[in-house]
């Protein structure tokens, strides 16, 4: 962390953190449920498991591109040039 980041870059990190464990938590569960019973409660946990799992990539990205912007700025973004044929 540097000193720029303000308390959204704190925020977002530990929102995706919070919700990693969530995942896993969930997955354990949908693991538990696991059988040849009702697949609802199963279907459920692999469920949310999957949205939280998603979600913490989501806001881990979001932070990452908001501190490369701030970092770096938007005029210093790597730039692609086509090879001519």
Do not use: K, Y
């Amino acid at each position: 962390m540097n000193d720029q980041d303000g308390g959204t870059g704190e925020v977002l990190r530990t929102l995706g953190l919070m919700l990693n464990l969530s995942a896993i938590v969930a997955f354990a569960l949908f693991l538990s449920t696991l059988g040849p019973g009702a697949p609802g409660p199963s279907a459920l946990a692999a469920a949310i498991a999957v949205v939280a799992f998603l979600a913490s990539l989501a806001c881990f990205a979001i932070d990452r591109r908001r501190t490369e912007d701030e970092s770096f700025g938007q005029a210093a973004r790597p730039v692609t040039v086509a090879a001519e044929a």
